[in-house]
């Protein structure tokens, strides 16, 4: 099975490095420096054990900027993008999650 997963973040590393011991990943960001360091072996961000099954664990991982790279041939998609709350408005901003949504 093929997942993208979208976002690098806390959310998006734990959820793919858990998911590429079993199935094909293709992680999407569109910040270049997460998508090299993925594709070089390390997290993008600072955990022991994401670090750890990086280093260790044969994982089906690969990161990319471009979406129909990542979306190709996938059965499932998680978007883990930024929602941060506005303390002002009592909401939160979805706008990097209706980006991912708009694609399909």
Same mark, same amino acid.
């Given at each position: 099975?093929?997942?993208?997963? !979208?976002?690098?973040?806390?959310?998006?590393? %734990?959820?793919?490095?858990?998911?590429?011991?079993?199935?094909?990943?293709?992680?999407?960001?569109?910040?270049?420096?997460?998508? #090299?360091? !993925? =594709? &070089?072996? +390390?997290?993008?961000? =600072?955990? @022991?054990?994401?670090?750890?099954?990086?280093?260790?664990? &044969?994982?089906?991982?690969?990161?990319?900027?471009d979406p129909q790279v990542a +979306?190709? =041939?996938? =059965? +499932?998609?998680?978007?883990?993008?930024? @929602? #941060?709350? %506005?303390?002002?408005?009592? @909401?939160?901003?979805?706008?990097?999650?209706? %980006? !991912?949504?708009?694609?399909?």
């Amino acid at each position: 099975m093929k997942i993208a997963v !979208v976002g690098m973040g806390y959310v998006g590393m %734990s959820l793919a490095v858990l998911l590429a011991r079993k199935h094909q990943v293709c992680m999407l960001d569109i910040l270049q420096y997460k998508v #090299d360091k !993925v =594709n &070089s072996g +390390y997290s993008t961000i =600072n955990d @022991t054990e994401i670090d750890h099954y990086m280093r260790t664990e &044969s994982l089906d991982l690969l990161a990319t900027a471009d979406p129909q790279v990542a +979306y190709k =041939n996938c =059965n +499932y998609v998680i978007i883990a993008t930024p @929602t #941060d709350f %506005s303390p002002l408005t009592h @909401t939160f901003d979805t706008a990097s999650v209706e %980006s !991912v949504v708009k694609f399909f």
